[in-house]
Every structure is written in C-alpha cells, then in structure tokens.
C-alpha cells in the first residue's frame, strides 16, 4: 500500500473554519469564528436567536460565501466545490423548506436523484419508524411530521457529516426525542459526524463532544464539553458582615446575591479563589457544579454588558445581575 | 441496569454514568460477571453521546469495577475486586460529607450527629 497517497484523510477535522467574518450591510454577524469539528464528534453550537448560528452554518454548507477568513469541509471550499461537499453532507434547515406541494413519496424519490449513495431500505425504514404516510402533501404535515421528513432526507444517503439548524425548534418532546435519538445513532453508526445548534442546552448537554458558544457573532467560549463542566464551578461565600459592594473576585464570571451571602460563578484555579476568598474575610459555605446553562448566561450574559472588551482574556470584570443567574 | 441522566445539575454525563455504575455495583444491584449494555445500547437508551458511554466505561475498567472480555462486552469484575469494599466506603464518604456539612451548618456538634445515626440506625432495624 501506498502510505504517500491516503484514500482519505481519517485525523483530518471534518470542518475547518478559521477568522471567519460576515457582514450584512452595517450588522456584523459573525466576527472572527474559528473552530474545527472532528471526525466521530457531535458539535454542538449555542447560542440565543440572532447570535449567528444560521449564518455559521450556512457558509459551512456554502451558501454564503467567507468575506474574510477561510471555510473547509472535508478539506473543500464547499463554494468552490458544492457537489463534492454537499453530496456527503446531510442537511436539515431551520425552517425545514421541504416543497409543499410534493408527497412524502416523492420528496423521498426527488431527494434520492441527487444521491448516488442513496439507501433505499433505510429510507424505508425511517419512514415507518417516522410513522410518515407515504401518499400525504409535505404541505399537510404537522410540525413533527415536516421535522421528522426533512430529517428522513437527510439521513438517507448516509452522509459523513450530518448539520442540523435548530434541529428541535418548535417541536414537543416526544419529536425531540427522535430528534436526539437520530444524532446518537449517527455518530454511533461508524463515526460519523454530527454539527447541531441548539439554544436548548440540555439537549447540547446531552449529545455533545464539544460546543461552542456563540453571542453577537462570536465564539465566546469553546471546548470539549467535560471540560467546560469540570473547569466551571459556583461558590457561595458567607461574610461575618454585609460587603458594601459585590465581592470581586478573580476568576468570577457572575456575582450574584445580598447581605451576607454571595455566590460566585467561577472559572478558575481552586486554590487561587480560596485564597481570594480568605482575603475578602468570607468563608466558602457550599460548592455546587455549574449547569451550563448557569455557563452559558454567565459568558453571554458579560458578552453584552462588556461588549468591545471580550478579548481580555475575561477575568477581571465582574457583572452583578441577580436576574440573570437563570 | 437503569441508569438516570439528569443534564441540568451541571456534573458532566459520563460521569454521572461511572458514579452511578460504581452505586449499583457498590450496592449489589449490579453482580460480579453481569454484562453491562453495549455502548451503542446504552447511548440510545440514554439519548447520550456514544463517546461519552465509551468514556465512562474505559474509566470503569480503569478503575476496577468492570473488566472487557475480548471482542465480547463489558462485565462487572469478579467478587475478589479489592475495590469493591473501598467503592463502597467512598460512596459512603460523598454522603457523609454532605450530612456533616449540613451538621455544621446547623450547629450540631459531631458527638450528637452520631447519635442522630446510631439511633436511625436502630429505628430502622426494629422495622425490620
């Protein structure tokens, strides 16, 4: 075997994106994005409506091209080379713009035309499993029936990078469920990959490897999931007597609290914040893990208040917002 | 082996999958030699992440308490594991720490929380 000319690249991040901007006439919707998805992982993007989650994903699908910074899948420009990125790429959109006026039946036997890899009988088997009429209009389906389709014609050529845009938005729980239940059995179907956003964090939570939390056009904080769990904590602090400010501490994302107690939402070393702690004259009452959720607010929540200043490393300013601790 | 995932209390999944594990072996639901789900079975049954399955068992094999047969599955280690008394103790620990924490909160001093224990302690075995 020739070990010069791999048939593919298996260590190759399945998307690269690097200093991706995007500008649509004076809003800037996305600012400097980098992030790389790898091969087997379930990619999770977070973000509140209008962060910039859709323009994201739509450049990695290009439809849009990068104005500045750089966009690979597979190691394509997916602008450049549509055919070959999208013919292994499953998609299911936001607002599922399947043609109304075709049946399931045809949706399934028009989509098939662009697929050569096609699998019939797994087609076929979503569609029972999905509990879709054959014979129905796409215009008569409920909501869950319409998710449930867009989500069957993008499954069924078995692609190696499945990119779903707010894959349970507007759905009820049992839909949902298949939502999640379709991203498990993807990566769990011979590593394929799995890019999602959500603004439903207990489904991030759920099914990702690693997110990405996106604010006003930018990655505020990203890594693998664990780790941002395991790194964030949340401290409550009792003084002998009411600080006559919020208690600064390094390394707190959020403060929240009155009179004698206080908790803080950190990221940072343990033994530091003790320290601080001690030199504030408090003492740590309790010590809980940080949802992320409670993460996610804290980091978006100081993205709007501090605006320009999120380049600093993010350390030293502290919000007090008691309205924002859920 | 019924596990519960609970997403929103902020401790990462597989973990909550090994801590969970360890209790239904530490408490005799889980025996020695009894097939744990393959990954791809739990990950659905759990709607969780394949990956994140796969990590807490590597961390349970890791550990002690579970031991991969070639090519077969995951079972529960044999009666001889000499962790299974110490996973007990520190299951034992986590909730201490919780019940003393509370004490001391409380200002109850360790003498009478003892006290507290022994005499549920007896409350429950007269049930019995």
Known sequence: ?326 | MQLHISPKDGVPIYRQIVNQVKYLVGSGRLAPGEELPPIRVLAEQLVVNPNTVARAYAELEHAGIVTKRHGSGTYVSDNGSPLKRAEKLKILAQRADALVAEARHLEVEISELLDVVRERYRAMQSKE
């Open chain 1, 1 to 326: 075997m020739n070990m010069n000319i791999p048939a593919c690249f298996p260590n190759q991040p399945v998307v690269v994106i690097n200093g991706l901007s995007r500008r649509f006439k004076s809003k800037l919707a996305l600012d400097g994005v980098s992030l790389n998805v790898e091969r087997g992982q379930v990619f999770g993007l977070v973000g509140a409506n209008g962060a910039g989650k859709t323009t994201l994903i739509k450049h990695i699908l290009g439809l849009l091209q990068a104005e500045s910074g750089s966009v690979r899948v597979f190691g394509l420009d997916p602008v450049a080379e549509p055919v070959a990125v999208l013919s292994r790429v499953g998609f299911l959109s936001e607002d599922r713009d399947l043609p109304g006026w075709m049946r399931v039946d045809e949706l399934i036997r028009y989509t098939r035309a662009f697929h050569r890899e096609w699998d019939t009988a797994y087609a076929e088997q979503l569609r029972q499993q999905f509990q879709l009429d054959p014979a129905a209009r796409i215009k008569q389906l409920s909501r869950g029936e319409l998710a449930k389709a867009g989500l069957l014609v993008a499954l069924a050529h078995r692609p190696e990078l499945l990119v779903l845009d707010e894959p349970s938005s507007g759905l009820d729980p049992v839909v949902r469920r298949e939502m999640l239940e379709a991203i498990v059995r993807t990566v769990a179907d011979e590593g394929r990959t799995v890019f999602f956003s959500s603004h439903l964090l207990d489904e991030i939570e759920r099914v990702s490897d690693r997110v990405a939390m996106m604010a006003c056009g930018r990655v505020v904080l990203q890594g693998r999931l664990d780790e941002i769990l395991e790194s964030h904590f949340r401290l409550t602090l009792r003084f002998p007597t009411p600080p006559p400010t919020p208690p600064k501490l390094a390394g707190a994302l959020l403060v929240t609290g009155s009179g004698l107690e206080w908790t803080v939402l950190c990221n940072g070393a343990r033994g530091e914040l003790e320290a601080a702690v001690v030199k504030l004259g408090a003492r740590i009452v309790d010590e809980t893990a940080a949802s992320l959720d409670e993460i996610f607010l804290a980091r978006v929540g100081r993205e709007r208040s501090t605006g320009e200043t999120l380049q600093l490393p993010a350390r030293s300013v502290t919000s007090n917002k008691p309205d924002a601790s859920r």
